[in-house]
């Protein structure tokens, strides 16, 4: 009972943190989307029955699961290079992946911004080199909304990936490679079935950080690619409506949560309590 104790006086003062900071806001949040402007689920009712809504909560499905596929085959290459390359190779991957934790999302986005707009890096060098006539229309659409996410998440699906592949056994690889197979069928039907956990848990952490993007799809999207996240922000900072704009933050975290629960039995299939 001692040794027991002792964890859960550590995590105490973690976990009362954790409901100040996360729990009580949101019980907040849930009793405006029950209370304003009248008590009742008919700010729900509006939320799923709402055209605009419901297409901003289908845009934001399919530019989240269209970030997690490029995302996560990024992350995958950029790992395989990092885990099994060379220690140069290896040391100029971790630079590439903790460098982007040192510049903010505001600064990235800006940054792109200034590359994919009509008169911006790319357009304006693929107009004097006699590429293009016209300039692309790279931004305040969905293809920005995508490139800037994607470069934002891809660091955070490296890392369950690097897990996955670090735990594989390598006695299975040779035991393929010396009965005969070559490296591409080694890769495709041992190692790749092998990370499979990794890739699952890289996506899922991937898209539950994309279903909360903000400052991204609203500089890059330019208003006219609106997400979920800017749509709370529409609806309780310029309608006003706040307990619409709580129903529709109560509607995304019960999404939120059940993708976590999914990444929870990703991770330990066996546990069946």
Known sequence: MRNLSKPAILLGPLL?????TYVVPFLGILR?????????????????????????FWRTLRICAVVTAVSVAAAYVVTL?????GPVQRLLIEFCILIPFWISV??????????????????????????????????RNEFG???????????????PLASAMRNLDERVLLAARGMGAGRQRVFWTVFL??????????????????????VTPAILGGGRSVMIAELVYLRIFQSPNWGLG?????ILMAGVALLMGALMRAVRPGDKS
Request: hydrophobic share 60%.
């Open 16 to 20: 009362v943190f954790l409901c100040l």
């Open 32 to 56: 405006w989307s029950v209370t304003l402007p009248e008590p009742g689920l008919g700010q729900y009712q509006a939320a799923l029955s709402d055209p605009l809504i419901l297409s901003v």
């Open 81 to 85: 290079l990092w885990v099994r390359g």
């Open 106 to 139: 505001l600064t990235r986005a800006f940054g792109w911004l200034a590359l994919l707009s009509n008169k911006g890096l790319i357009n304006t060098w693929l107009q004097s080199l006699g590429v293009l006539s016209e300039p692309l229309s790279m931004v």
């Open 145 to 159: 909304v995508i490139v800037g996410m994607s470069h934002f998440l891809i660091p955070f699906a490296v890392f």
């Open 193 to 214: 079935p092998m990370t499979l956990p990794g890739v699952l848990g890289a996506a899922l952490i991937v898209f539950v950080f994309a279903l909360g993007f903000f």
């Open 246 to 250: 709580a129903a529709i933050s109560v």
